[in-house]
């Protein structure tokens, strides 16, 4: 009996403590933005020194990757020259000393 009478005493005492935070609060104007920091414009500098490093490093590897690719479309053409010119390097002189 005397829980039951401790809880009931409990419960009204939160009732009241909760009654009296709703008029507190409804009785003063809450303003708001002041006092509180506010985010307006984050420090991205060490972000954006990666991203322009990453992108230069892309830009980079791309044109790279095209050098590559024109090397290598070529190379059959310019084998061939190069074999085409060492023989007539070669020969050249060979048929000079005959005639």
């Keep these: 009996m005397a829980e039951e009478e401790k809880i009931e005493e409990t419960v009204e005492e939160t009732t009241e403590v909760a ?3 709703t ?3 409804s ?11 506010m985010v307006i414009d984050p420090f991205m500098e060490p ?17 790279n990757q095209k050098l590559d690719s024109g090397f290598t479309a070529g190379a059959p053409l310019g084998v061939a020259v190069g074999i085409l010119f060492a023989l007539i390097l070669a020969l050249l002189p060979l048929l000079w000393m005959k005639g």
């Design 19 to 21: 009654e009296e935070a």
């Design 23 to 25: 008029e507190e609060t």
């Design 27 to 37: 009785e003063e104007e809450i303003t708001y933005g002041v006092g509180t920091p």
């Design 47 to 63: 972000f954006e020194i990666a991203v322009e490093s990453v992108r230069r490093r892309a830009q980079l590897i791309a044109r």
